[in-house]
């Protein structure tokens, strides 16, 4: 059973925005932190941001500090991810994850996400 389902990913210009969704099941809903990942070619995969279900608290990478925003509609079981000002260097596989640690002064690590997305291509032409 899918868990996690993201979409809106896409090729647009430098610049330009797009904004992902992941679509999460019951079994996720009942997570404490929802966060995005990128992983481009020959890189680690890396944490991006993250929101809580509970309270909204997020984070975000000084990478993507002021361009990207999480957020989230209890309601709808959905986390969104608004990007803009994109760059050619913010071209990769994003993934959504979630996971049932919770979050102290900092979001859990990459191997506490128990649930993954199948991912969605973002790319960016200068």
């Known amino acids: 059973q899918v868990q996690l389902v993201e979409s809106g990913g896409g090729l647009v210009q430098a610049g330009g925005s797009l904004r992902l969704s992941c679509a999460a099941s019951?079994?996720?809903?009942?997570?404490?932190?929802m966060a995005w990942f990128r992983q481009a070619p020959g890189k680690e995969r890396e944490l991006l941001a993250a929101?809580?279900?509970?309270?909204?608290?997020?984070y975000y990478a000084d990478s993507v500090k002021g361009r990207f925003s999480i957020s989230r509609d209890n309601d709808k079981k959905l986390v969104y991810l608004q990007m803009a000002s994109l760059k050619p260097e913010d071209t990769a596989v994003y993934y959504c994850?979630?996971?049932?640690?919770?979050?102290?002064?900092?979001?859990?690590?990459?191997?506490?996400?128990?649930?993954w997305g199948q991912g969605t291509q973002v790319t960016v032409s200068s």
């Open positions: 019951e079994r996720t809903f009942s997570s404490r932190v």
């Open positions: 929101i809580t279900w509970s309270l909204g608290i997020t």
């Open positions: 994850a979630s996971s049932v640690r919770y979050y102290s002064d900092q979001p859990p690590p990459l191997y506490e996400y128990n649930y």
